[in-house]
């Protein structure tokens, strides 16, 4: 049961321009969410984090928005940069579920100059 | 201030070995997490940790996985016996306490051969 969503594998967008990441949930306890960029042979790295309270959070280039009716949520890079080239993943957590994440599968990035 | 630390970085097992693997969480934090990446997976959550006690270890197989979190030192999974479709990445988190964002370590890639 994939509880979270990201049904884009992959995605390629011309440097400079607005990175679209997509993601879906299916369990309404989820309270938090968060955004992993991953670089091969790393551990994800933390960009930003939205709660269930609130539909948008801005930090620099990275903005969260989400839907809580349609159960998405989306990360938007603008202007994106070469360095942004990674894979996404998209997480939850609900505060009953002692704070474990629930991951999805990941978009791979690809910024193209 | 140092990340959250996981050595080794990378290990090899044959099959019916045993594996540990040892985390160092973030100064400050109290939590850590173990998740497991398959090949072109997302993260899967495996356990939850504070100093001396085992808080969630409901992603955890029954059987052969073992995780502790002593009060010195580095918390350890431990994997018996292993076999091939143990290889993975295994990547260790931490986080303060009341916060829903998780830091992860770079990861130890297990090859059961």
């Known amino acids: 049961d994939q509880q979270v969503k990201q049904n884009s594998p992959s995605l390629s967008v011309q440097e400079g321009r607005i990175s679209i990441l997509n993601c879906d949930y299916t369990?309404?306890?989820?309270?938090?969410f968060l955004w992993y960029k991953k670089y091969p042979a790393e551990g994800p790295t933390f960009l930003i984090s939205?709660?269930?309270?609130?539909d948008k959070n801005e930090d620099g280039r990275f903005t969260v928005f989400l839907n809580k009716s349609a159960k998405h949520l989306s990360l938007h890079i603008v202007p994106s940069q070469p360095g942004d080239s990674a894979v996404y993943f998209c997480?939850?957590?609900?505060?009953?579920?002692?704070?474990?994440?629930?991951f999805g599968q990941g978009t791979r990035l690809t910024i193209n100059p | 201030n140092a990340g959250v630390m996981q050595n080794p970085r990378h290990l090899v097992r044959r099959r019916g070995q045993e594996a540990r693997l040892r985390c160092s969480p973030m100064?400050?934090?109290?939590?850590v997490y173990w998740y497991r990446q398959l090949p072109e997976e997302g993260l899967k959550f495996m356990v939850y940790?504070?100093?001396?006690?085992?808080?969630?270890e409901s992603g955890m197989p029954k059987e052969r996985f073992s995780a502790e979190f002593p009060k010195e030192g580095p918390s350890i999974l431990r994997i018996q016996q292993v076999v091939r479709g143990d290889s993975a990445a295994y990547f260790c988190?931490?986080?303060?306490?009341?916060?829903?964002?998780?830091?992860f370590g770079p990861g130890t890639r297990l090859t059961v051969t």
């Open positions: 940790l504070q100093k001396e006690n085992i808080i969630d």
């Open positions: 988190a931490s986080s303060p306490v009341g916060s829903y964002e998780q830091y």
């Open positions: 369990n309404s306890m989820f309270d938090y």
């Open positions: 100064k400050g934090h109290s939590h």
């Open positions: 997480a939850a957590s609900a505060a009953a579920g002692a704070q474990k994440l629930v």
């Open positions: 939205i709660s269930s309270i609130k």
